[in-house]
T-cell receptor, first 119, second 113 residues
């Protein structure tokens, strides 16, 4: 299957700082990328859907000013946690889709996740 | 709205015994169904999917799942479990014409030697 790279895998930051997480599709063009948040021992919660070149669509209850998502190219989406606080500590996972066409049509491919710890 | 239920938080099984992880779903129209596995501090690994065709789907690492439309179920099975199968398993569904994937709550599988 296709490869989605997520970076960094681990990040520790001080409260009040901003953190950027990158999600790259390495061998296909991702027309749509999704960002999830996972709390310990819980399922994945969809935060937002981003389409290349347009604004992200956020799920209800997700602060768009807090979690900035950019999808400037067909292979890169970024999630920036602004003014991070300890309650933002979580495991963030991205996934990418090439849409309905192509070799990977209809499938989602997941990154390895990024664990954020805010002190 | 679409939803997925995984009724068991944890499944314990002895190595070599059959493993079943249950999943039921709710979605309008034809469902696309998926199973993923997650190891600690890792992303999700794709196991198998049902799109159309044969109700019995075979996937990676000896896993299979059976789509049952009347019972709206997509249970994951493995005839003989390994200790290395111990992980967190997620069932997911999306509409055939959509791209938003909805996950179940996850089932932790513990295979004891």
């Amino acid at each position: 299957g296709a490869v989605v790279s997520q970076h960094p895998s681990w990040v520790i930051c001080k409260s009040g700082t901003s953190v950027k997480i990158e999600c790259r599709s390495l061998d296909f063009q991702a027309t749509t990328m999704f960002w999830y948040r996972q709390f310990p021992k819980q399922s994945l919660m969809l935060m937002a859907t981003s389409n290349e070149g347009s604004k992200a669509t956020y799920e209800q209850g997700v602060e768009k000013d807090k979690f900035l998502i950019n999808h400037a190219s067909l292979t890169l989406s970024t999630l920036t946690v602004t003014s991070a606080h300890p309650e933002d500590s979580s495991f963030y996972i991205c996934s990418a889709s090439s849409g309905t066409g192509g070799a990977y049509g209809g499938e989602l491919f997941f990154g390895e996740g990024s664990r954020l710890t805010v002190l | 709205a679409q939803s997925v239920a995984q009724p068991e938080d944890q499944v314990n099984v002895a190595e070599g015994n059959p493993l079943t992880v249950k999943c039921t779903y709710s979605v309008s129209g034809n469902p696309y169904l998926f199973w993923y596995v997650q190891y600690p501090n890792r992303g999700l690994q794709f196991l198998l999917k049902y799109i159309t065709g044969d109700n019995l789907v075979k996937g990676s690492y000896g896993f299979e799942a059976e789509f049952n439309k009347s019972q709206t179920s997509f249970h994951l099975k493995k005839p003989s479990a390994l200790v290395s199968d111990s992980a967190l398993y997620f069932c997911a569904v999306r509409k055939a014409a959509g791209n938003k994937l909805t996950f179940g709550g996850g089932t932790r599988v513990l295979v004891k030697p």
